[in-house]
């Protein structure tokens, strides 16, 4: 303070010195500002999500509820199924079984989730209800098929074999499981979906029946 007072006398004027000192006492006298305000300026807003004290943040509408019971149960179904195929094929020599579990096995998979708990929601409706027409459908004719030629000659030499039996039905599962896939994790969430998407998918459904039908 006393070399700002030195330097402003050797460079200024007497009277300009003189409101140099005023000035100089005036901010001196001022009052500092409390701790709080100081403090409370450089504090950081934290901002607690609703519904709880987690400090993640949640994109999810918190009304829509997962369960998976439908993805489980359809698995379980698939692996009954083509375990039963396999058995069949393995003591049996006949083929008409084949089509008839491998592509049936879908009506079985999708029949939950029309008539369960999650029925309560139209697009699952629709989903298994379009799962299990194909299902029938297809298989329908598969039977017809092979129940007309006696045997598919493509499965004779893999069917000629336990090795190449139990691969067949494997890989008949895991084609079930994935396929699926699309209809079974939609029954997993509680949400009722956009009516747009439902409807957009239910004509590319109807495109795509008609057209394996036809071909």
């Not at 994790?185 to 795509?208: D, M, N």
């Amino acid at each position: 303070c006393a070399a700002s007072v030195v330097a402003a006398r050797a460079f200024c004027g007497p009277s300009t010195c003189s409101d140099q000192r005023q000035l100089h006492r005036s901010i001196l006298a001022r009052p500092a500002p409390p701790s709080h305000t100081l403090q409370s300026s450089l504090r950081t807003t934290h901002i607690v999500p609703r519904g709880g004290a987690s400090t993640s943040l949640s994109m999810t509408d918190p009304s829509v509820i997962f369960d998976n019971a439908p993805l489980i149960q359809s698995t379980a179904i698939f692996a009954l199924t083509n375990l039963l195929g396999c058995v069949l094929s393995l003591l049996g020599k006949t083929q008409i079984h084949v089509d008839l579990l491998g592509t049936g096995s879908f009506c079985l998979a999708a029949l939950p989730a029309l008539v369960g708990k999650g029925a309560a929601l139209s697009r699952v409706k629709i989903s298994a209800a379009a799962v299990m027409l194909w299902s029938v459908k297809l298989a329908g004719y598969l039977l017809f098929r092979i129940v007309k030629l006696g045997e598919d000659k493509r499965l004779s030499d893999l069917f000629g074999s336990t090795g190449g039996t139990i691969s067949f039905w494997v890989f008949s599962l895991m084609w079930g499981i994935l396929c699926s896939l699309p209809h079974t994790l939609g029954s997993t969430s509680s949400s009722s979906g956009l009516p747009v998407a439902t409807i957009a998918g239910s004509i590319l459904y109807v495109i795509g029946i008609v057209l394996e039908t036809t071909a």
